[in-house]
């Protein structure tokens, strides 16, 4: 599958503030890009997503951003809380059931 | 609410043993995903299924085969484990098109010696 670059790979923010994880692709064809968060000891869930038609989306504290062009996507956490902490996956989909995820970004937010 | 569940959360094989893991999901999903997790790697598709007795290979299927023999049910076949296959395994499922929410298990962690 395509290629997903992730960073960082690590990510500690001190709690109250924002937290931004970029990640990158190659695939011309991606119109789909998750965003999965896995607590510890749980599969990953689904936080936001976002598809090719749309620059920005935003649910509460999180927000992604997604610009064509440069074929890049982000995800922002405003106000960040301790419940925040875990392992975020950037991921992308082009139409088939094949998704490809980045490697993770373990994010840590100190109280 | 939605449920994937996996049989096992902790297994340990030995080498060259048949090792099965099962998935089951309570959705009514059509499409049904196993999944690799590594330190570092991230997830890495293994195979899916977009239908009872239908079956695609993902990115890494080298070493492993899959069943779907009921919608619900999917289940991984290590044929005769590796010690490189020692790692966390994840079922997921979507409901019917491409571009889906999917729905994780918890995972199987397999500890091949």
């Known amino acids: 599958g395509e290629n997903v670059e992730q960073h960082p790979s690590t990510l500690s923010v001190q709690e109250g503030d924002s937290a931004v994880i970029k990640c990158t692709y190659s695939?011309?064809?991606?119109?789909?890009f998750p965003w999965y968060k896995q607590e510890l000891g749980k599969g990953p869930q689904l936080i936001i997503d976002i598809r090719s038609n749309v620059g920005e989306k935003k649910d509460q504290r999180i927000a992604v951003t997604l610009n064509k062009t440069a074929k890049h996507f982000s995800l922002h956490i405003t106000e960040t809380q301790p419940e925040d902490s875990a392992v975020y996956f950037c991921?992308?989909?082009?139409?088939?059931?094949?998704?490809?995820f980045g490697k993770g970004t373990k994010l840590s937010v100190i109280p | 609410d939605v449920k994937v569940t996996q049989s096992s959360r902790y297994l340990v094989k030995r080498t060259g043993e048949k090792v099965f893991l099962e998935c089951v999901q309570d959705m009514d999903h059509e499409n049904m995903f196993w999944y690799r997790q590594d330190p570092g790697l991230g997830l890495r598709l293994i195979y899916f299924?977009?239908?009872?007795?239908?079956?695609e290979k993902g990115d890494i299927p080298e070493g492993y085969s899959v069943s779907r023999e009921k919608k619900e049910r999917f289940s991984l076949i290590l044929e005769s484990a590796s010690t490189n296959q020692t790692s966390m395994y994840l079922c997921?499922?979507?409901?019917?098109?491409?571009?889906?929410?999917?729905?994780f298990g918890s995972g199987t962690q397999l500890s091949v010696l």
């Open positions: 997921a499922s979507s409901l019917r098109r491409v571009n889906e929410k999917l729905f």
């Open positions: 695939d011309s064809a991606s119109n789909y």
């Open positions: 991921s992308r989909g082009a139409g088939s059931y094949q998704l490809t």
């Open positions: 299924s977009y239908d009872v007795k239908m079956k």
